[in-house]
């Protein structure tokens, strides 16, 4: 399937112009194109820098395929006019456009807003960043994890007496991408009652404080380093058992008395010094020991299977599990892909659900320049201007 137009879902009709690069600015395209929205990945002519990260597949990264499912992809030299009016035709026919260039980069690429909304008053136009369009570091380049050492999550995660730790899974960027698309829908939204686009900022510094908003609370008179710490004593946390790991949740009064209960710790429950999350956090060298012996009773398995849905826990797994974990298939999210380089391969479907308007079935994420051709005439370019601009190499 390449074809977008009309594919149903809540933003059917919309096009998105995406010319930004790695994970946040395109997942947040992807997010647009599950939900409808037929989206061109345009690419400069070395690729987005993703398709060149490590991976064991040969003919496409993986991570590649992963954040940019549901495009077609176009392949334009921007810095050669005769690719930007290529880019400028598309324009005019776009709802949206998201880039993630340094804030000094869009005007000299010809690009930037006020440029493009005179080429097209109800573009929608959305700049993902490192830090934001103000500022003494708004041209350096941000990325996920150089922000989450900035934002002091790394200092969070690691031990309190030792060195920061990364969050692996560029969780930044994640949450950048549905900052792009959530916001390009309200956006979008505003276009119909005012009939005008608007320039969007999403900044991988605002996403990064933005996920610890529960931290981000400095009352008057507190000194600075008071405690930000949200973690529940130990008690809520990835445990050892007799055969792998366990991760309890064991927060309200509820879940806590049947943790101990089926784990054999009665006389816990019935504490009163440890009744409350923040009493058993003061008191977490006294509990954690016998919770961890009692752990040691069974496997991990065997103790997700105890607990049932009395204590909220789930034994660790590898991410290859998912691909066949009962409760994913139920829920319908992974398919089947087709790429032209790398054949099939199964991988993430649709994040969301909606009543009346059912999503699209995705496709794979475009080779590189894959429907460059096609898009040109639909742009409206025939045989001969398609060729002079391949000659140029301004198309790929």
Same mark, same amino acid.
């Not at 994970?23 to 345009?42: N, S, W």
């Not at 927060?251 to 784990?263: A, Q, V, Y």
């Given at each position: 399937?390449?074809?977008?137009?009309?594919?149903?879902?809540?933003?059917?009709?919309?096009?998105?112009?995406?010319?930004?690069?790695?994970?946040?600015?395109?997942?947040?395209?992807?997010?647009?194109?599950?939900?409808?929205?037929?989206?061109?990945?345009?690419?400069?002519?070395?690729?987005?820098?993703?398709?060149?990260?490590?991976?064991?597949?040969?003919?496409?990264?993986?991570?590649?395929?992963?954040?940019?499912?549901?495009?077609?992809?176009?392949?334009?030299?921007?810095?050669?006019?005769?690719?930007?009016?290529?880019?400028?035709?598309?324009?005019?026919?776009?709802?949206?456009?998201?880039?993630?260039?340094?804030?000094?980069?869009?005007?000299?690429?010809?690009?930037?807003?006020?440029?493009?909304?005179?080429?097209?008053?109800?573009?929608?136009?959305?700049?993902?960043?490192?830090?934001?369009?103000?500022?003494?570091?708004?041209?350096?380049?941000?990325?996920? *994890?150089?922000? *989450?050492?900035?934002?002091?999550?790394?200092?969070? *995660?690691?031990?309190?007496?030792?060195?920061?730790?990364?969050?692996?899974?560029?969780?930044?960027?994640?949450?950048?991408?549905?900052?792009?698309?959530?916001?390009?829908?309200?956006?979008?939204?505003?276009?119909?009652?005012?009939?005008?686009?608007?320039?969007?900022?999403?900044?991988?510094?605002?996403?990064?404080?933005?996920?610890?908003?529960?931290?981000?609370?400095?009352?008057?008179?507190?000194?600075?380093?008071?405690?930000?710490?949200?973690?529940?004593?130990?008690?809520?946390?990835?445990?050892?058992?007799?055969?792998?790991?366990?991760?309890?949740?064991?927060?309200?009064?509820?879940?806590?008395?049947?943790?101990?209960?089926?784990?054999?710790?009665?006389?816990?429950?019935?504490?009163?010094?440890?009744?409350?999350?923040?009493?058993?956090?003061?008191?977490?060298?006294?509990?954690?020991?016998?919770?961890?012996?009692?752990?040691?009773?069974?496997?991990?398995?065997?103790?997700?299977?105890?607990?049932?849905?009395?204590?909220?826990?789930?034994?660790?797994?590898?991410?290859?599990?998912?691909?066949?974990?009962?409760?994913?298939?139920?829920?319908?999210?992974?398919?089947?892909?087709?790429?032209?380089?790398?054949?099939?391969?199964?991988?993430?479907?649709?994040?969301?659900?909606?009543?009346?308007?059912?999503?699209?079935?995705?496709?794979?994420?475009?080779?590189?320049?894959?429907?460059?051709?096609?898009?040109?005439?639909?742009?409206?370019?025939?045989?001969?201007?398609?060729?002079?601009?391949?000659?140029?190499?301004?198309?790929?």
């Amino acid at each position: 399937m390449e074809q977008n137009t009309g594919r149903g879902g809540p933003l059917s009709g919309v096009r998105v112009l995406d010319l930004s690069a790695y994970i946040a600015g395109p997942y947040g395209c992807t997010l647009l194109a599950d939900q409808g929205a037929e989206v061109i990945k345009i690419e400069p002519p070395t690729g987005d820098n993703l398709r060149k990260y490590p991976s064991t597949l040969e003919a496409e990264s993986r991570a590649f395929l992963g954040v940019n499912r549901g495009k077609r992809g176009l392949a334009l030299d921007l810095k050669q006019p005769e690719a930007l009016d290529v880019l400028l035709a598309l324009v005019k026919q776009a709802d949206v456009l998201v880039h993630n260039f340094r804030p000094s980069v869009p005007a000299r690429l010809g690009i930037a807003y006020e440029q493009l909304r005179e080429v097209n008053p109800r573009l929608v136009y959305c700049a993902v960043t490192g830090y934001g369009e103000t500022g003494p570091n708004k041209d350096k380049a941000g990325y996920d *994890q150089v922000l *989450q050492t900035m934002t002091g999550m790394c200092t969070l *995660q690691g031990p309190a007496d030792g060195p920061p730790e990364v969050l692996y899974g560029s969780v930044v960027d994640y949450y950048a991408a549905a900052l792009v698309a959530s916001s390009v829908a309200s956006a979008l939204f505003a276009r119909e009652k005012s009939g005008a686009g608007q320039y969007v900022g999403v900044s991988l510094l605002r996403s990064a404080l933005t996920m610890q908003s529960a931290r981000l609370i400095w009352a008057d008179g507190e000194p600075k380093d008071v405690g930000r710490d949200m973690r529940s004593g130990g008690i809520t946390g990835i445990h050892p058992t007799r055969q792998g790991y366990l991760y309890l949740s064991a927060n309200t009064p509820h879940f806590w008395k049947s943790l101990c209960e089926l784990t054999g710790l009665d006389a816990l429950a019935a504490d009163e010094r440890y009744d409350s999350v923040r009493k058993r956090a003061i008191h977490r060298d006294e509990i954690v020991p016998q919770l961890h012996a009692a752990l040691a009773q069974r496997s991990a398995l065997e103790w997700e299977a105890r607990f049932g849905d009395a204590v909220p826990c789930a034994a660790a797994r590898s991410v290859e599990d998912m691909f066949d974990d009962p409760q994913v298939l139920a829920e319908e999210m992974v398919t089947h892909f087709e790429h032209p380089g790398l054949g099939g391969y199964r991988g993430f479907r649709h994040p969301v659900r909606f009543g009346a308007t059912p999503l699209p079935e995705p496709f794979a994420a475009p080779a590189f320049g894959q429907h460059s051709d096609a898009l040109l005439r639909e742009a409206g370019l025939n045989e001969a201007d398609i060729e002079a601009l391949r000659a140029k190499r301004a198309v790929l």
